[in-house]
């Protein structure tokens, strides 16, 4: 089963919500193998230029005598942090542009998800659900999650 993590455009939904987007939370094999271009790619353009500059770090530490086995490592570390958590930058981004978090969904594939999404009586059932917070009240040490939203992924970047 994949976590689809469902976002609506700023504004709010279209009534035919044309431009929801479904991002799959899975391993992204591009961004394994092309990590920098992949963000690039996906207009991530702060999260890019710091894994460009990153690899291009790594390479040279490589090419340094004796530490070629530290600059691979690296170049691995950066590739694989990037493939396992490069669609979150991606939700980390759109959100900052003001797309809004709705759901997370749980589906075998994308149409099914799509499917439990826009049925009526789920979504009635996950508005009631859904617990409302006053996120402009909240203390100053609490205030950066407002900003970033929940946490999805390996780490925590609420700044908490």
């Known amino acids: ?3 689809y993590i ?3 455009p700023p504004g709010g939904a279209e009534p035919d919500h044309r431009s929801t987007r479904f991002i799959a939370d899975r391993m992204v094999w591009t961004a394994f193998v092309f990590p ?3 963000l690039l790619f996906n207009r991530c353009w702060l999260w890019g230029i710091a894994v ?3 690899q291009f770090a790594a390479g040279w530490l490589a090419d340094r005598p004796g530490l ?3 600059g691979m490592a690296a170049q691995l570390s950066i590739a694989l942090l990037t493939g396992l958590e490069g669609r979150q930058m991606v939700v980390r981004t759109l959100m900052r542009r003001g797309w809004v978090l709705d759901t997370v969904v749980t589906a075998p594939d994308l149409a099914s998800a799509e499917q439990i999404y826009f049925a009526g009586p789920a979504g009635d059932v996950r508005q009631m659900t859904t617990p409302k917070t006053d996120w402009t009240k909240l203390s ?3 205030s950066p999650a407002t900003q970033y939203g ?3 992924g390996l780490f925590d970047t609420g700044r908490r």
Do not use: K, Q
């Open 36 to 38: 920098g271009l992949w």
């Open 150 to 152: 929940p946490s999805f």
């Open 1 to 3: 089963m994949i976590s």
């Open 140 to 142: 100053a040490e609490a």
């Open 6 to 8: 469902v976002l609506t």
């Open 68 to 70: 070629f086995f530290a």
């Open 52 to 54: 460009l500059t990153a």
